[in-house]
């Protein structure tokens, strides 16, 4: 009897950073679904890390398996393009119905067709009801006190005691396709929240539900030393030195109750697919695209080619169908996003369609004990002269304005130095940071895990660095390009005929020409003629 596909459900908040979670060691955060979803029903990765900190180019990377850097995606601009593959692809591909939401962020939007492309379904959304917004109506204009930090705080609700968002409509249409799924089709359904991305706002139950007085140490800035330019630069553009430390509290707090409702959403859908059935029979995967400073190093929101743990460290949990074994807790092993796409695979049983640099994470979610990684990597940046991957003038007349809350990073980013090419190198122990331009950076995870203090200089740990540098650079070589898995013709057709046809009478030159379209070896065939027609 052959055995059911797994369905697949994917399960994405944008922008949560793996602290967000109580079991992974905040005790101000509420998030007690999950938890119990990481003690008793998968595997939580407390060390899974993206590939680059915003938003399209770690898409890119984990749907694919590949990183940034093979195929060029680095920037918020530069999406899947016709002729790449994915994740969605390959299991439509393999008879899976694919649905997704629109919450996009992968496919380029200008070509007609390509995301359908990848997916059975794409569900729209925009109709349900105009939101409630900030309780606060103050105004706060470009310069005034916080503009740029991203808080707007408590969200109104409606008369039934609700603010009903964009979230919400597309969970309630994930669930809508789950319990109208077709019994003799497999099911992945991807499902990609806003939440917990800035603005930092939520309504009631969440914003009052985090306890201020359990908020973990913030990281601050003055305590820094040698921090990266893009860092400074943000922050100096951001304004918001005079942010009182309750105040970030605030802001902390509200991004702590957005998880809070993530939470309760993913309880939300899980429940659905036990009510359908589904539960059992589905890998359900839980990941991040990348996390979000909340005040660390005195900034909100994120950097593109900054790599703090509070970026780069994200969510990943995976459950996979009941038949299947699980040795459910939390796994200190070492992944990667891109570890997703080969988890997958190995999942659904889908063989290899090009070559991929993801390590199916199947073998630590069957014993947490196991170890997959020796270190983990992360990118960003631009070359000096790859202005159109700035994003401050990057399809925008003028470049992007004041007013707008991502002015300080984008105008940060027009600093060549500041935004130079740069990737991180992590072990257990270790971080190294290398710039094709300005200052390296290194820290000593085990002495300073809030990574305060640049140690690049410190003699003591030289021999560390080198090491690093070198694993780096074979990590680049064996990463640097893919061959693809099929194959070209060195010769059209009518080149391999002008060199064969002399040998041929007419009498015979339909029945070779159609040998030549079959694809056989032109060489092979000139001896084949000489030997029979000469």
């Known amino acids: 009897m052959m055995m059911k ?36 029903e998968g595997v939580s990765f407390r060390n899974a890390f993206c590939q680059n900190t915003v938003c399209v180019p770690s898409r890119c990377s984990f749907t694919t398996g590949l990183y940034p850097h093979v195929n060029g995606h680095r920037t918020m601009s530069h999406l899947l393009r016709e002729g790449e593959s994915t994740i969605f692809k390959e299991l439509k591909d393999a008879g899976y119905y694919v649905w997704m939401n629109a919450r996009n962020d992968l496919i380029a939007g200008q070509v007609e067709g390509l995301i359908e492309s990848h997916v059975s379904e794409v569900y729209y959304g925009g109709d349900g009801p105009e939101t409630p917004g900030p309780v606060d109506k103050t105004r706060v204009g470009v310069g005034d006190h916080g503009y740029y930090s991203f808080y707007k ?51 009631e139950p969440f914003f009052s539900a985090i306890d201020r007085l359990l908020l973990k140490k913030r990281i601050k800035a003055e305590d820094t030393v040698g921090k990266a330019k893009i860092l400074n630069l943000i922050r100096e553009n951001q304004k918001l030195d005079d942010f009182t430390e309750e105040e970030w509290d605030e802001l902390r707090a509200t991004y702590l109750g957005m998880c809070m409702k993530v939470d309760k959403m993913f309880e939300k859908l899980c429940n659905a697919l036990k009510e359908a059935g589904e539960y059992d029979n589905s890998l359900i995967l839980f990941l991040s695209d990348h996390g979000d400073y ?48 080969a988890t997958i695979q190995d999942y659904a049983g ?33 070359l000096p002269e790859e202005i159109h991957c700035d994003e401050f003038h990057a399809g925008r007349s003028g470049g992007v304005k004041p007013f707008h809350l991502y002015y300080p990073r984008l105008k940060a980013q027009t600093d060549d130095e500041a935004h130079a090419k740069s990737v991180m190198i992590r072990n257990h122990h270790y971080k190294l940071v290398s710039r094709v331009l300005g200052q390296d950076e290194f820290y000593d995870l085990r002495n300073d895990p ?85």
């Open 153 to 203: 705080g408590e969200l109104g609700v409606d008369q039934s005691g609700v603010n009903y968002g964009p979230d919400d409509e597309d969970l309630d249409a994930a669930i809508k396709q789950i319990r109208n799924k077709k019994d003799d089709q497999p099911l992945c359904l991807f499902l990609a929240l806003i939440n917990p991305h800035p603005p930092y706002q939520v309504e």
């Open 450 to 534: 809030d990574e305060k203090i640049n140690q690049i200089d410190n003699q003591n740990f030289q021999s560390e660095i080198a090491k690093m540098h070198l694993d780096l650079s074979k990590w680049y070589l064996k990463t640097s390009d893919i061959v693809p898995y099929d194959f070209d013709q060195r010769f059209s057709f009518d080149m391999k005929w002008a060199k064969v046809k002399k040998y041929v009478p007419k009498a015979y030159e339909n029945e070779i020409k159609e040998k030549l379209m079959s694809g056989i070896n032109i060489f092979l065939l000139i001896q084949e003629c000489r030997d029979r027609f000469l």
């Open 350 to 382: 889908l063989e290899k369609t090009h070559t991929h640099f993801g390590k199916s994470l199947r073998p630590i979610v069957e014993n947490r004990t196991a170890e997959n990684r020796d270190y983990v990597c992360c990118e960003g940046g631009r």
């Open 5 to 40: 596909k797994p369905n697949i459900i994917i399960f994405n908040p944008d922008q949560m950073r793996a602290d967000a979670l109580r079991h992974l060691g905040n005790p101000a955060s509420q998030t007690p679904y999950i938890d119990y979803f990481a003690q008793h």
């Open 294 to 341: 909340t005040g660390d190093y005195g900034v909100s929101e994120k950097a593109q080619n900054s790599f703090e743990d509070c970026l780069t460290n994200v969510p990943l949990l995976i459950k996979p169908p009941k038949r299947d074994k699980v040795d459910a807790g939390i796994s200190n092993s070492l992944a990667e996003l891109v570890d997703f796409y």
